[in-house]
């Protein structure tokens, strides 16, 4: 399943818990921090899959963490900022940061939950950890972990097994995923390649191949991954 955490970086202890009731009814799990230089920690620590920041606060800033995250992490997940500044200048320059959404004080958290719903819908490709069975992959950072285990992958062993995660129980082709990992070169590589990768992926992930529990061949068709 795709997890849903939610930072929330807010100086201000009321918007921050109105907004984190709202947002856990929702369904979503909500990480706080207050201030810019606490949520730069919780970030790093917790991967969190959309970032809800106020523009100005003590210490660090909302400016200075959006370019943190865009430039130095060099993340692409969702964000949207929270700000008193109601000038369209300042509007533009936030949504120039790398800003999402925009949304300006005094607001109904009700708004600020529908519009983490449509950022989400609008970005699904670019957050969030995927999760099944204790194994969890975390697109953002180029991690992989087997109950709690981090697990090295080459790049296209991590590629296929984020392709197949993303489509869960659907039998995937040779040829799609040939595709996925190597979009550019689909003529001079041969099917072979994938069931390499496959074998890869399985003696370093299932713990018994003669049993196994994600990795499931079709004969004749492809490969599934097992999410149930």
């Known amino acids: ?12 202890s009321k918007i921050r818990k109105l907004l984190k009731l ?14 810019g230089e606490e949520g730069k920690q919780v970030f790093q620590k917790h991967d ?7 523009l ?3 210490k660090v800033g909302g400016e200075e963490v959006c370019r943190w995250i865009r430039t130095e992490l060099k993340s692409d997940i969702p964000l949207i900022m929270l700000t008193a ?3 369209e200048a300042e509007r533009i320059e936030g949504l120039q940061m ?11 958290p009700l708004e600020v939950v529908t519009r983490v719903n449509t950022v989400l819908r609008r970005t699904a490709n670019r957050c969030g950890k995927i999760t099944f069975k204790g194994l969890t992959i975390k697109p953002v950072r180029g991690e992989v972990k087997f109950n709690g285990t981090l697990i090295p992958l080459t ?25 996925e990992l190597y979009p550019n070169e689909e003529k001079s590589v041969i099917d072979r390649t994938v069931d390499v990768h496959m074998g890869k992926l399985r003696d370093k992930i299932e713990t018994s191949c003669d049993t196994p529990v994600f990795f499931e061949t ?11």
């Open 56 to 58: 100005m606060m003590p």
């Open 218 to 228: 079709i004969r004749g068709m492809g490969y599934r991954f097992v999410a149930y």
């Open 85 to 87: 500044k109601v000038t």
């Open 48 to 54: 969190p899959c959309f970032v809800i920041t106020d």
């Open 22 to 35: 709202y947002l856990e009814k929702e369904g979503y799990d909500v990480l706080e921090a207050e201030n």
């Open 98 to 108: 790398g800003a999402d959404d925009y949304i300006i004080k005094p607001f109904s």
């Open 1 to 12: 399943m795709l997890e849903q955490n939610i930072l929330i970086i807010e100086d201000d």
């Open 155 to 179: 790049q296209h062993e991590f590629k296929l097994l984020y392709f197949l995660m993303r489509n869960p129980n659907q039998i995937l082709s040779r040829e799609q995923i040939l595709g």
